[in-house]
């Protein structure tokens, strides 16, 4: 079973496995000890998911910049031994990790009060050319899986991306933003069901926010009424 601290929810194997993380042999997908010591829960910003030091007040990278949307949760630091599971669930086809680390980003989302839950959850889009080169959105995968872990319906054709970019890990905060200017629009049989709504945009990793950003304002154009950005992991700031 794959049991995450603070959760009920429980992910049992159906025969003896390998923990994905340390490769013990046991029944869970992530064993207990790697939870633990890697996916402890951490004191975050509110807004932008960045982990906060014990004591430190305030989150100085939303006082520089302030993020466009309302508030961010994320599962774990994009740090070993997480950076390498997702590169493997996102660059070599290993869509069964999908739900395992779909489990780590429910157990805070289970634990939000009913006003605070979206109506509707929505992954992050691929261009054409990036689907067409990976096979399957890895943005999906999880936000599929967590409707389920959740109740939270997916409405997974509400964004489409008009503008292919560069891969955005290799380019600076400033560059991420100029390049992923007008690359999404929303769908417009989708529009109706946006107007007035909270939704969670989920996506596999937060870095600068310059995607998730430009999201936002195309859906508040929309007429979203809230955008939550809902990550797996977190980027540490610089020098962490």
């Known amino acids: 079973m794959l049991s995450l601290p603070g959760s009920s929810r429980r992910w049992r194997l159906s025969w003896p496995g390998l923990c994905l993380v340390c490769q013990r042999a046991q029944w869970q997908a992530i064993c207990h000890h790697c939870l633990s010591a890697f996916a402890a829960p951490r004191l975050r910003c509110q807004r932008c998911a960045l982990a906060l030091k014990d004591g430190q007040p305030d989150c100085t990278a939303c006082e520089a910049y302030p993020p466009e949307f309302d508030r961010a949760m994320a599962a774990v630091d994009y740090t070993s031994p997480w950076r390498e599971l997702i590169a493997r669930f996102k660059f070599q086809g290993d869509v069964a990790l ?143």
């Open 98 to 240: 999908a739900k395992p680390l779909a489990a780590l980003m429910a157990t805070q989302i289970n634990a939000l009060p009913p006003r605070a839950r979206p109506q509707w959850i929505i992954p992050t889009p691929l261009s054409a050319i990036r689907l067409r080169e990976r096979g399957y959105n890895q943005s999906w995968q999880l936000a599929r899986h967590l409707s389920r872990q959740t109740g939270i319906p997916t409405l997974p054709q509400a964004l489409r991306r008009v503008k292919d970019t560069p891969r955005m890990m290799t380019l600076e905060a400033d560059d991420r933003r100029n390049q992923i200017r007008g690359a999404f629009e929303v769908n417009t049989l989708c529009r109706r069901a946006l107007v007035g709504r909270r939704v969670a945009l989920v996506d596999d990793v937060l870095t600068t926010g310059a995607t998730v950003d430009e999201i936002t304002r195309t859906l508040q154009v929309a007429g979203v009424r809230s955008v939550s950005v809902w990550v797996l992991a977190r980027t540490p700031a610089p020098g962490a």
